[in-house]
């Protein structure tokens, strides 16, 4: 017992937190933008940039780091991918927010104007990755009923997924569990499903098609409210669970 309590003090005492500010349109009148040349490990001297976030997410962060969007602070999505394969389901990679020394309290605003604001998948053969965590998040969608952006897209075997304290508005679906291409030769995890996704404590509205879409394995959707997704075709829910790639177990 003293040994493992040794290893898991040891693990927690290197995770490192990483912290972005940037202050576009509807964002605090205190927000203080960061600077995307900044390292972004300390709160005070942030990352600015979604992009900048989005690529030490994926370049930067260990597993269990954090990377943490300032309250108050509004970035505008690039429709970049959000993948890193070093995060795992043991020790997770999250994406949440932190109060800023400038005193923002809103719930960090990731404005789209019709691209993916959080696309999962990685691009080419589907390989396999997991472990990541987003919460505490303002994700919202201008242009999305034309243009059929998606809030939050599982593709191309993301596993344990969690979505958790999201408000998803306006895309034109909110949450997707999509396919796969066919897994990558060197890919023994691979089975072309993105099972395990928990969405807890999220509210989806307003999307032009659906609010969730999709299903996998050992996946759960819980206390949350999709209200007002779809418009007017028999195609259009609140909310429609079907396996993405086939029957599902556990669901």
Do not use: K
């Not at 943490?68 to 993948?83: E, I, K, N, R, S």
């Not at 990755?129 to 994700?139: C, P, Q, R, T, W």
């Amino acid at each position: 017992a003293p040994m493992l309590a040794t290893l898991l003090l040891f693990s927690a005492a290197h995770a490192t937190d990483f912290h972005a500010c940037d202050c576009g349109p509807n964002a605090a009148a205190s927000c203080v933008p960061g600077d995307d040349d900044a390292v972004g490990t300390d709160p005070d001297t942030p990352l600015q940039t979604f992009g900048a976030a989005r690529q030490a997410f994926a370049d930067t962060l260990e597993a269990g780091d954090r990377l943490l969007l300032c309250q108050g602070g509004a970035f505008a999505a690039d429709g970049g991918a959000w993948v890193n394969s070093r995060c795992s389901a043991a020790s997770p990679c999250t994406v949440s927010a932190y109060t800023p020394t400038s005193g923002g309290t809103a719930d960090p605003l990731i404005l789209s104007d019709g691209l993916t604001a959080f696309d999962l998948g990685n691009g080419g053969d589907a390989r396999s990755e997991e472990g990541y965590i987003f919460d505490s998040l303002d994700v919202r969608c201008e242009g999305c009923e034309t243009t059929g952006g998606v809030g939050f897209l599982l593709f191309n075997d993301v596993d344990h997924v969690t979505l958790r304290d999201l408000s998803v508005t306006g895309f034109g679906v909110g949450v997707q569990v999509a396919g796969a291409n066919p897994c990558l030769s060197a890919e023994p995890d691979c089975d072309g499903q993105s099972s395990d996704l928990t969405i807890e404590r999220v509210s989806v509205s307003g999307s032009s098609v659906v609010g969730f879409l999709g299903g996998s394995d050992r996946s759960r959707i819980l206390d949350s409210t999709f209200s007002e997704n779809g418009t007017d075709s028999a195609f259009h829910h609140n909310v429609y669970v079907a396996g993405a790639t086939g029957p599902t177990t556990d669901m």
